[in-house]
């Protein structure tokens, strides 16, 4: 049985919902120059060169300007996050719709280039305080918690092109940030997550067939310490200015198997848990790099800029909970396969005992129930989903209705093994279905990738009206607080 105060609520992130992309004083972000894309046609980011002539670069790790060039808007150009949802303007109506399903917590981010609009200002820009606030406040007329984001994939552009998370003094520029958000919300949210799946830095390096040569291991770890110690500061400052705050990390939860019993095919899974999932983890928990991480960092001939304190804001600064997303598990081998998995996020041998969805993501309710019960060993914390979800094709029928009967399904599966977990002993204290609206995709810039409980009329070249309407896993979701998770018919 889950707690009496479990928490049940939706999540969705600034970049693909807010919209305004340039309104009431927001600096820009590197998204507000990415293309929308699809499963075949990669989200591109435009750009002008030194000669002014217009063009595309593919977005990668560590994507780096032609010399000369900037990133620009181009004319007829569909850029998805530039009005996402309009959850900007039209929050009270979600909030209120959200409210009627009966959320107790709901996950969302704050756009740091609403609050720095470079990053690097002495002063916030009051607007973007002033809509955040309006935001919280509209929450707690319902009685919902907000559970907010720091960092969610993003910053002001200005700081990326300093050198973003490769660069030291971002961590300081970040300390500015949270210190003036923990200040101006005091009182008005009190669970937070310092950056959205910190663990992708190095774990999408893995993910791909371990191509990424040792320059780029290099960044990836170097970047995500710094994450490390801007996170710890989080912490740090969070409980400092008031000691109510509950301040989580969050990893990008993807358990992985082996794909035989070949004795090399089941290190190579403990390796692939421990640079993917519990590298991260153990510092955000522990305080402290594990054991295993000068092995890894050898692999790729990595040395760190990591100075004394750094240790100690590390050690001070751990988290009070640990929240993950979860949408799927992968299988890792030694061996040559040639039944494999291609899809955004997704890679590998494709597992025989699973279904797969049409974005390549394994149906593996269990994988969930698995993952819930490891970490809950190894860190003792309390734990809290904060995403998980399908993302799926919804289609308005005759009457103006969407039957998504196969969202259900995959909910329901997944909460019964949220269930047997919690009998298990692990300590969840919430769940945030992931894209409780629909919104704009992060991996193809879709909006007919759907998650949500209601249906936003937009399409993938950025028609429609942008209607709400509810599909039929609102009312389930409805009852599913209601009975706090006993009704899942």
Same mark, same amino acid.
């Given at each position: 049985m889950f707690k009496d105060n479990f928490l049940w609520g939706g999540a969705i992130a600034a970049n693909q919902s807010e919209g305004a992309w340039n309104l009431d004083g927001k600096g820009p972000i590197l998204l507000d120059f990415r293309t929308g894309g699809s499963k075949k046609n990669p989200r591109m980011l435009t750009i002008i060169d030194k000669e002014g002539n217009p063009g595309k670069i593919p977005i990668t790790r560590g994507t780096r300007l032609p010399d000369g060039a900037q990133y620009s808007i181009l004319e007829n150009i569909y850029y998805p996050s530039h009005e996402g949802i309009d959850f900007y303007h039209r929050y009270k109506d979600d909030i209120k719709l959200f409210a009627e399903m009966g959320f107790k917590i709901f996950r969302l981010s704050i756009c740091w280039a609403r609050i720095y609009p470079t990053g690097v200002e002495d002063k916030p820009n009051q607007e973007g305080i002033n809509y955040y606030k309006d935001v919280f406040n509209e929450l707690k007329k319902y009685n919902i918690e907000p559970l907010v984001t720091l960092v969610h994939s993003e910053m002001p552009l200005h700081l990326e092109e300093l050198g973003g998370w490769s660069n030291r003094e971002t961590i300081k520029h970040f300390d500015r940030y949270v210190r003036t958000v923990f200040e101006e919300f005091k009182g008005l949210v009190k669970y937070w997550i310092t950056f959205n799946e910190i663990n992708n830095e190095v774990g999408m390096l893995e993910m791909f067939g371990n191509t990424a040569n040792d320059e780029t291991y290099q960044t990836a770890y170097q970047k995500l310490h710094y994450e490390f110690v801007a996170s710890a500061h989080a912490v740090k400052i969070g409980?400092?200015? =008031?000691?109510?705050?509950?301040?989580?990390?969050?990893?990008? $939860?993807? *358990?992985?198997? *082996? $794909?035989?019993? =070949? *004795? =090399?095919d089941i290190l190579l899974c403990r390796y692939t848990w421990e640079k993917a999932i519990f590298y991260s983890g153990d510092v955000l928990c522990k305080g402290e790099y594990p054991v295993f991480s000068k092995r890894l960092w050898k692999e790729h001939n990595v040395v760190l800029d990591i100075t004394s304190q750094d240790l100690i804001d590390l050690k001070e600064g751990i988290v009070d909970l640990y929240t993950f997303s979860y949408y799927m598990t992968n299988v890792v081998t030694t061996h040559e396969v040639t039944d494999v998995v291609s899809g955004n996020f997704a890679a590998g041998a494709r597992n025989p005992y699973l279904k797969y969805s049409d974005w390549g993501w394994a149906y593996d309710p269990k994988g969930l129930r698995y993952y819930l019960e490891v970490i809950n060993d190894r860190y003792q914390k309390p734990v809290m989903i904060t995403e998980n979800g399908l993302g799926a094709k919804d289609s308005l029928d005759s009457d103006n209705t969407i039957n998504d009967d196969y969202r259900i399904e995959y909910l329901r599966d997944h909460i019964i093994e949220m269930k047997k977990a919690v009998e298990n002993g692990v300590n969840l204290i919430g769940y945030t279905a992931w894209g409780c609206i629909d919104i704009v995709s992060m991996s193809t810039g879709q909006m007919s990738k759907r998650y949500g409980f209601i249906y936003v009329d937009r399409d993938d070249e950025g028609a429609g009206t942008l209607k709400r309407i509810k599909k039929k896993s609102f009312n389930w979701y409805k009852k599913v607080i209601e009975s706090n998770g006993n009704k899942l018919d």
């Amino acid at each position: 049985m889950f707690k009496d105060n479990f928490l049940w609520g939706g999540a969705i992130a600034a970049n693909q919902s807010e919209g305004a992309w340039n309104l009431d004083g927001k600096g820009p972000i590197l998204l507000d120059f990415r293309t929308g894309g699809s499963k075949k046609n990669p989200r591109m980011l435009t750009i002008i060169d030194k000669e002014g002539n217009p063009g595309k670069i593919p977005i990668t790790r560590g994507t780096r300007l032609p010399d000369g060039a900037q990133y620009s808007i181009l004319e007829n150009i569909y850029y998805p996050s530039h009005e996402g949802i309009d959850f900007y303007h039209r929050y009270k109506d979600d909030i209120k719709l959200f409210a009627e399903m009966g959320f107790k917590i709901f996950r969302l981010s704050i756009c740091w280039a609403r609050i720095y609009p470079t990053g690097v200002e002495d002063k916030p820009n009051q607007e973007g305080i002033n809509y955040y606030k309006d935001v919280f406040n509209e929450l707690k007329k319902y009685n919902i918690e907000p559970l907010v984001t720091l960092v969610h994939s993003e910053m002001p552009l200005h700081l990326e092109e300093l050198g973003g998370w490769s660069n030291r003094e971002t961590i300081k520029h970040f300390d500015r940030y949270v210190r003036t958000v923990f200040e101006e919300f005091k009182g008005l949210v009190k669970y937070w997550i310092t950056f959205n799946e910190i663990n992708n830095e190095v774990g999408m390096l893995e993910m791909f067939g371990n191509t990424a040569n040792d320059e780029t291991y290099q960044t990836a770890y170097q970047k995500l310490h710094y994450e490390f110690v801007a996170s710890a500061h989080a912490v740090k400052i969070g409980h400092e200015i =008031d000691e109510k705050n509950i301040i989580g990390g969050m990893i990008c $939860g993807i *358990p992985h198997y *082996p $794909g035989s019993n =070949d *004795p =090399d095919d089941i290190l190579l899974c403990r390796y692939t848990w421990e640079k993917a999932i519990f590298y991260s983890g153990d510092v955000l928990c522990k305080g402290e790099y594990p054991v295993f991480s000068k092995r890894l960092w050898k692999e790729h001939n990595v040395v760190l800029d990591i100075t004394s304190q750094d240790l100690i804001d590390l050690k001070e600064g751990i988290v009070d909970l640990y929240t993950f997303s979860y949408y799927m598990t992968n299988v890792v081998t030694t061996h040559e396969v040639t039944d494999v998995v291609s899809g955004n996020f997704a890679a590998g041998a494709r597992n025989p005992y699973l279904k797969y969805s049409d974005w390549g993501w394994a149906y593996d309710p269990k994988g969930l129930r698995y993952y819930l019960e490891v970490i809950n060993d190894r860190y003792q914390k309390p734990v809290m989903i904060t995403e998980n979800g399908l993302g799926a094709k919804d289609s308005l029928d005759s009457d103006n209705t969407i039957n998504d009967d196969y969202r259900i399904e995959y909910l329901r599966d997944h909460i019964i093994e949220m269930k047997k977990a919690v009998e298990n002993g692990v300590n969840l204290i919430g769940y945030t279905a992931w894209g409780c609206i629909d919104i704009v995709s992060m991996s193809t810039g879709q909006m007919s990738k759907r998650y949500g409980f209601i249906y936003v009329d937009r399409d993938d070249e950025g028609a429609g009206t942008l209607k709400r309407i509810k599909k039929k896993s609102f009312n389930w979701y409805k009852k599913v607080i209601e009975s706090n998770g006993n009704k899942l018919d």
